[in-house]
């Protein structure tokens, strides 16, 4: 299970990954943050969903543990893009 800390880098490099172009108000900034949180949470896009996002998109392609470790990878990699 991916735990999210909460700290908006996933959202604030949208320009990444083409998933999420849609999303992105044009510098790579999720449109719907607001400081590190999703000001639509609870309305937000399946792709945004870790868990739903996995049955829907990723399922067919690869394991949840593969998975859950891809999304801690790049979890991992977008911290340190941070620094």
Same mark, same amino acid.
């Given at each position: 299970m991916f735990i999210c800390d909460k700290c908006g880098m996933c959202c604030r490099n949208l320009q990444l990954s083409e998933f999420y172009t849609d999303l992105d108000r044009g510098d790579g900034?999720? /449109?719907?943050?607001?400081?590190n949180l999703c000001s639509i949470y609870e309305c937000r896009p399946l792709k945004c969903r870790i868990d739903d996002s996995y049955e829907i998109y990723f399922k067919t392609v690869m394991t949840r543990e593969?998975?859950?470790? /891809?999304?801690?990878k790049a979890c991992e990699f977008l911290k340190q893009v941070k620094e």
């Open positions: 900034v999720c /449109k719907y943050l607001k400081g593969e998975y859950d470790r /891809k999304n801690q």
